[in-house]
């Protein structure tokens, strides 16, 4: 078993199983939202315990939800079982899929592909490009190769005996995109200033964190920052399209 899926399978009991209370995490579910409608065929790749995957179905979409841990899988269904809704789990890893390509309406993929080497987030994302349907989205989250926080993750994640965290720079990330001949529509940086919550002592002032990562409804200070700086940004969710046939 790969030390990638035997450390989420332990990791399943306590992933987070609802949509993130900071602005940067709230927003991965917004940028899904927008597109959440009734008919929507969509794919939640690396989807963990479903925290989007299962809201998302309640809206009448049709979800498939892949992940490499089988634990997080079971957990999934057992908790959209629980919720009443129908969610298509499908064990596979990245950068293949075992799924149809040219089905999607939307794919999104949050939190995952910075596991994966360069090479490996090159193939990925191809892989991901291929499950849309002519006018489909997808988001991407990528890391940012600027960003102090890689090397921090980078540092776990290897203690864990990952590979470790694999970041770009903004400008490869467009081309990333366009290699796919998708048309990036939106690219949303975050934690340029909320990275420096990672330095030691950070978090001991919660009002000042609340400030900086601000929440669902109100923009924090990271937002303001990363927007300005965005070549320094810890990650962007980047929104693109396949155009659709004949445009
Ligand atoms: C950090 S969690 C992110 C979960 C969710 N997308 C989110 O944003 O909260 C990463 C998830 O991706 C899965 N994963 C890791 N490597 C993967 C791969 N190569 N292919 C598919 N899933 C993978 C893990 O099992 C885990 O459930």
């Given at each position: 078993m790969s030390i990638e899926r035997s450390h989420f399978d332990r990791e399943s009991s306590a992933y987070?199983?609802?949509?993130?209370?900071?602005r940067a995490q709230s927003l991965k579910w917004q940028l899904i939202l927008e597109r959440a409608a009734p008919g929507l065929v969509a794919a939640d790749i690396g989807?963990?315990?479903?925290?989007h995957a299962i809201p998302l179905a309640g809206f009448g979409a049709t979800v498939v939800a892949v992940d490499i841990s089988t634990e997080m899988l079971a957990r999934l269904k057992k908790r959209s079982l629980e919720a009443g809704v129908n969610v298509h789990a499908v064990a596979s890893g990245l950068p293949e899929l075992a799924l149809h390509p040219e089905r999607f309406d939307l794919a999104y993929c949050y939190s995952?592909?910075?596991?994966?080497p360069h090479d490996q987030q090159i193939a990925a994302i191809r892989t991901l490009a291929g499950l849309?349907?002519?006018g489909g989205t997808l988001i991407l989250d990528l890391a940012g190769a600027r960003s102090l926080s890689l090397f921090y993750w980078r540092r776990y994640y290897r203690k864990l005996g990952f590979p470790g965290i694999f970041g770009w720079r903004l400008s490869q990330v467009k081309n990333l995109v366009a290699e796919n001949n998708l048309i990036v529509t939106g690219i949303y940086p975050q934690?340029?200033?909320?990275?420096?919550?990672?330095?030691?002592?950070?978090?001991?002032?919660p009002q000042l964190e609340r400030l900086i990562r601000g929440n669902r409804d109100r923009h924090g200070l990271d937002e303001a920052v990363s927007k300005w700086l965005p070549a320094l940004a810890e990650r962007w969710y980047v929104m693109a399209q396949r155009p659709s046939r004949g445009s």
């Open positions: 987070p199983e609802t949509v993130g209370e900071t989807a963990a315990s479903g925290r995952t592909l910075l596991l994966l849309l349907r002519p934690g340029a200033l909320s990275q420096f919550l990672l330095l030691p002592g950070a978090t001991r002032f």
